[in-house]
């Protein structure tokens, strides 16, 4: 992570953040990735474990990627077809 740092991983400073996205950080705590998705603990380590969702370890700290995060969304959008 040379020019990026993820969410609340760096000792409590405000996380850099990609041009390309200026407020959305590039990862996120497993809580805070439960809250977004609206599911529970049970099922996002059933994500983590199938693969569907990609994690990063920092010391002690699981962290969930962003992007992975809105590729599953986007995998879902398109196998459910128009609404």
């Excluded at 000792?11 to 990735?33: F, H, L, M, T, Y």
């Amino acid at each position: 992570m040379s020019e990026s740092t993820c969410s609340e991983a760096n000792g409590g400073e405000p996380p850099v953040e990609r041009s390309d996205q200026k407020s959305a950080p590039i990862c996120v705590r497993v809580e805070r990735a439960m809250q977004m998705l609206g599911i529970g603990k049970t099922k996002i380590y059933e994500l983590f474990s199938e693969g569907e969702l990609e994690t990063i370890h920092i010391g002690r700290r699981t962290l969930v990627l962003r992007e992975s995060i809105d590729r599953m969304i986007e995998r879902l959008r398109q196998s459910q077809g128009p609404s």
